[in-house]
Structure formats: C-alpha cells, structure tokens
C-alpha cells in the first residue's frame, strides 16, 4: 500500500510518524517551504526564535500528543513552564492567578461568595457528569455538542463575575473570539479535567514536534514548497498532481485546513460533505512578537497579563514573556512579549495600529520600557478555526461521507490545538491500517 499525505502540520507529521512506525510506503507533501503548519519557528538572525502561531502544550489534556513523545523518548526533553499568571483589572488592579489551576481563580477579590460557591458547585456537577475523555477528540465532544453557546452557559451556571474574571479571560486567550460564538463541550471537557493541566514546550518552540515526528523518515519521501493542485481518480488509485509532477497512491491522508480539503475533495465527494468542510469556521487572528535586547523586567512576578473587566471589547486577550516561557527563544539577558489579540477589534485595525497598539500594551502590562528592538506582526486572514455551537456534530458526520480510501485530519475536527490535530493525524493513518486489514 502506497499512501499520499498532502500537509505537513502537526497533524499530517503524526500521520506520517504513524505510518512510518507500521512500516507503511508514504510521501508527503507540503506547501510551504518546511514543515510545522501553523506551529512552525521563525529564526531570526539575531538570536529570536519566533513562534508563527502555537506556544504550549498542556500536558495530560494533550493524551495522544504526550503518548507519542513519550514513545518518541521526548517528552522529558519538554520545557516545563508554571504558567504564573495575573489578571489586570481596567483600573489596573492585579490578581495572580495560574492557568494550570481553575482553583487559583477563586482568590480573584472581585468575586464574591456567592459567585465562588457558583463555582465550585458548578465545578462538582461537571466532575461527576459525563463528557469528553479526550477533550480534543470531536466524535467524542459531538456526543456533548447541545448546541448552547459558552456565554450563555457560562453566566447561567457560574454567574456573570466569574463569566468575566475566569471563563472569558482563559477563552480570550485561547480563541481570542467572544464566547458566545464558541460551543460548551470542550471548555466543560477542559474544566472537568483541570487537574491534568501543565503548560510546556520543545526547547526549540512548539514547530519542534514535527521534526521529532518525521527523524526518522527518509528525507526523499517530504516534499516541501510542493502544494498538491488536483486529486483524480484512476481507476482504483489517486493520482495527485502538483507543480512539476504527479504520483499515483492507493490512500490518501489530506491534512490541510479544511476549506482546502474541501476544494481538493470537491469533484469526489456529495455537496453535503463539501459544504460540511466549507462552513467550517475559521477566525482572522494577530499576536506580536515585540524583542527587547535587554530585558526591561527582569524582576516582574509573573510570565503572563490577561486583561479583564466588564467594559465590553477588549483589544488583546495575554500578554506573555517569551523569555521567562521558553529561556532559549531570546540571546542572554534579551526579552520578547507576545502580544495576543482578540478578533473583533481587528477589523477596524490596520497593521501599523496593531504592532502600536502592541507595544502600548505591553508597557501598560508590564511597565514603560525602552524602545523595542523589533516589532514583528502575525497576521493571518484564516487563524484559528472555531467550533461554533453544533460544529463538532456537524463536522464528524463527514468521515462517513468520504471515500473510502481517503482520510481526513486536521485540528478543525474538534477545537485548534497540537492535540485536535495529533489525534486526528494519527487517527487517519489507523484508520487506513484498519483499511488494508480488511481488505487483505
Ligand atoms: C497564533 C496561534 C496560536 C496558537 N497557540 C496554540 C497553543 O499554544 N497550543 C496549541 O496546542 N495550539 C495552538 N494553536 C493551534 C495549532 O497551531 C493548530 O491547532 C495546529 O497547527 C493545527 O495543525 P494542523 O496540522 O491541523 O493544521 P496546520 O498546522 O494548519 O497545517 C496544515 C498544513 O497543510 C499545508 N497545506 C495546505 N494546503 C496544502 C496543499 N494544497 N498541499 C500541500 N500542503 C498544503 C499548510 O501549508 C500547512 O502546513 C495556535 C494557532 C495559532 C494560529
């Protein structure tokens, strides 16, 4: 059996290192100019390296990611990170508080008893209640999908302080939209399983998974800066073709983002399962990596600023020192924030207005500074994809649509993250083991 991976993120990478492991024939092929997708590094000459898009993982929530670098021997080389955190207040008040621990929050001053003990009961009912195992595995998280959004549900059973001082702020952060726009299922997943949280990465960023993944995979069998164009059908083979080439397989894995597999998949597939992958809902999305090349906090108490408050849109969701995340991401004694932004606010912003608002964030964070030594913009028109109320529903029916010797993966099956994407990567390469086990 012959198998073609077209995408090389994190999801196409666990792919391949699954299908390497039970010593199946493969290719990959990947668009940009090296592997990583929306996890890959930018090094830059003077020392920086850059995260273009994740920067943790989070530990026994990450099941599958854990188990394959375990597997790997790699998960002890993982850069532990505590994650200290606080929250600042419009008038500036500060809270610490930690994203490893839902419990921390409940020191936050401006929640009262009541809200605390919403909280806690809240948080009980949840343990005890059934829900997702893995909380980035979609088949399981459609199985919770009641289609109520997060705000809803939020200020109904938590209140509408602890709405704003721990739920949105922890959202804002991960998925930058507001959370009247997100589903229940893997915030209840992620609240149920609090405990197993911790905040970690490679030395060498996030992107370092995917060479982890392929160390061991013939340089021959990758094809960078090759995006796959066509997919058609001869016979009982796939013949993809490219710039310059094309090759014939019996499998295929498309691990792209999900309004490519879409167009890809077009001609092979009903107009339900084509419109299922289209309405897949992906957000515009911009952080900031603004250097110091002498770190202008060195003494500040935290790693992390997430703003808060009740006023209505708020322009950036953290604030995060690199530097204290990921020591070797900075040259000695250097400093790098990155600035995380909240969608709604960007559609009123040009470029120039975020990488200024950026850097009057930061000194509003952390304190006035010297003059940056860079100030480098993400900009991305299709960021993070969301799952909407009835997404995870609406988009696991498609793997019953698909052709059968085509699989799909990509982290927009559940919610973004390592993950979603690890898991579904390595689902699809099972998935097509399973195939040839019943086909032999
Ligand atoms: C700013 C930001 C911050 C994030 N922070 C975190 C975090 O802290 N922790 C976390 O776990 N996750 C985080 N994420 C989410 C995480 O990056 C994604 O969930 C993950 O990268 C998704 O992996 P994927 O393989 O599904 O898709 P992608 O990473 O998007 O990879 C898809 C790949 O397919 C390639 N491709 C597309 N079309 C073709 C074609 N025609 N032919 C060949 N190749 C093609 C693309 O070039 C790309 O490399 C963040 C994302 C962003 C944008």
């Known amino acids: ?42 090094h830059r000459d003077d020392g920086y390296n850059l995260g273009t898009g994740a920067l943790f993982l989070m530990g026994g929530i990450y099941p599958r990611t854990m188990a394959l670098l375990s597997e790997m021997g790699r998960k002890k080389q993982l850069v532990p990170w505590a994650g200290a955190s606080e929250l600042m207040d419009e008038d500036h008040s500060r809270y610490p508080v930690r994203l490893d621990s839902f419990f921390s929050f409940l020191k936050v001053p401006t929640l009262g008893l009541r809200d605390k003990l919403n909280i806690i009961g809240t948080g009980l009912r949840l343990l005890v209640s059934p829900g997702a195992r893995n909380p980035f595995d979609g088949s399981q998280l459609a199985e919770y999908d009641s289609g109520e959004n997060l705000e809803n549900w939020s200020r109904a059973n938590l209140g509408d302080k602890a709405f704003e001082y721990v739920m949105r702020p922890i959202m804002d952060f991960l998925y930058a939209v507001p959370s009247r726009e997100l589903s229940t299922p893997f915030p209840k997943a992620l609240m149920k399983q609090g405990r197993k949280i911790s905040l970690s990465s490679p030395e060498g960023g996030i992107g370092q998974i995917n060479e982890w993944f ?58 339900d399962a084509y419109d299922r992958l289209m309405s897949t809902h ?15 906090w060195p003494d500040y108490p935290t790693d992390i600023v997430l703003p808060v408050g009740e006023g209505g849109v708020r322009n950036v969701g953290a604030m995060v020192l690199h ?26 912003m040009s470029d120039d207005d975020i990488k200024e608002e950026a850097v009057k964030q930061v000194d509003a964070a952390f304190g006035q500074a010297q003059k940056p030594s860079f100030v480098h913009l993400f900009r991305y028109k299709k960021g993070l994809t ?4 009835g997404h995870y529903k609406m988009l696991d029916k498609v793997h019953s649509l698909l052709p059968e010797s085509i699989e799909l993966a990509g982290d927009y099956f559940s919610q973004a993250g390592v993950e979603a994407a690890v898991h579904s990567g390595e689902r699809a390469a099972k998935n097509l083991l399973l195939h040839r086990a019943r086909e032999f």
């Open 214 to 271: 392929l160390e061991n995979v013939s340089s021959e069998k990758i094809h960078v800066s090759t995006p796959v164009e066509k997919l058609t059908l001869e016979g009982q083979l796939w013949r993809l073709a490219y710039a310059g080439g094309s090759i014939l397989v019996d499998k295929v894995i498309i691990a792209t983002e999900a309004y490519i597999a879409a167009e890809l998949l077009k001609e092979h597939v009903s107009d």
């Open 323 to 348: 530097g204290r995340r990921l020591p070797a991401s900075v040259p000695n004694g250097a400093q790098m924030v990155g600035v995380y932004f909240n969608t709604p606010p960007l559609k009123d």
């Open 282 to 296: 992906y957000t515009e999305y911009a952080h900031v990596a603004v250097g110091y090349d002498k770190d202008p």
């Open 1 to 42: 059996m012959k198998v073609a991976i077209i995408g090389g993120g994190p999801a196409g990478c666990a792919a391949a290192y699954t299908l390497q492991k039970n010593k199946i024939d493969f290719e990959l092929f990947e668009a940009a100019e090296k592997v990583g997708g929306r996890t890959k590094q930018l």
């Open 386 to 389: 969301i799952a909407k109320p």
